[in-house]
T-cell receptor, first 113, second 110 residues
Framework: DGGITQSPKYLFRKEGQNVTLSCEQN?????MYWYRQDPGQGLRLIYY???????QKGDIAEGYSVSREKKESFPLTVTSAQKNPTAFYLC????????????FGSGTQLSVL | GQQVMQIPQYQHVQEGEDFTTYCNSS?????IQWYKQRPGGHPVFLIQ?????EVKKQKRLTFQFGEAKKNSSLHITATQTTDVGTYFC??????????FGAGTRLFVKA
């Protein structure tokens, strides 16, 4: 089945630790996105990538980093510089035209120990 | 920067009542999309509106895009318990940066 796979489903971070969230898609989509969702709130854009080896900052990129070495993969690293990382992280993808609908993964819940 | 405002934040209805959520953008949108997120789940695409004044229907759901392409609404007729969840609007100005509203969480009492 085609889709987006996020792992792990739950992740715990210790003080000062970097953690990486995985996002893989087999939809042959060019564009991929990372959103952060806090309880009872909307989705805020962290980073997005329109094509391999290229990505842009979203509205809340500070404390996060990404890479896009393969079309299928768009991992997100939450660095120790992100002081309030507890949130639900959603990865999404869409076709190249940019105005196409987003397909979301099932998300990763990140908590701080 | 571009902002998409959505109201109300919460709505409690009795099953069978109607429900409407409204979305307003600070800038003209090239398109608007609507998503539904069930409790504990991830957003799922419902529909996309592109044309000024466009109206689309999906069974009991009616979606509208304003004439100025700055506002949109989702109306559900005769809500059911299966409609429970959070409804998000999302818009962009023609690029890849889709901006989401804060969402309207719908509670339906049987």
């Amino acid at each position: 089945d085609g889709g987006i796979t996020q792992s792990p489903k739950y992740l715990f971070r210790k003080e000062g630790q970097n953690v990486t969230l995985s996002c893989e898609q087999n939809l042959n989509h060019d564009a991929m996105y990372w959103y952060r969702q806090d309880p009872g709130q909307g989705l805020r854009l962290i980073y997005y990538s329109q094509i391999v080896n290229d990505f842009q900052k979203g509205d809340i990129a500070e404390g996060y980093s990404v890479s896009r070495e393969k079309k299928e993969s768009f991992p997100l690293t939450v660095t120790s510089a992100q002081k309030n990382p507890t949130a639900f992280y959603l990865c999404a993808s869409s076709g190249r035209q940019g105005m196409e609908k987003l397909f979301f993964g099932s998300g990763t819940q990140l908590s701080v120990l | 920067g571009q902002q998409v405002m959505q109201i109300p934040q919460y709505q409690h209805v009795q099953e069978g009542e109607d429900f409407t959520t409204y979305c307003n953008s600070s800038t003209t949108l090239s398109n608007i999309q609507w998503y539904k997120q069930r409790p504990g789940g991830h957003p799922v695409f419902l529909i996309q509106l592109v044309k000024s004044g466009e109206v689309k229907k999906q069974k009991r759901l009616t979606f509208q895009f304003g004439e100025a392409k700055k506002n949109s609404s989702l109306h559900i007729t005769a809500t059911q318990t299966t409609d429970v969840g959070t409804y998000f609007c999302a818009g962009d100005t023609g690029g890849f940066k889709t901006i989401f509203g804060a969402g309207t969480r719908l509670f339906v009492k049987a």
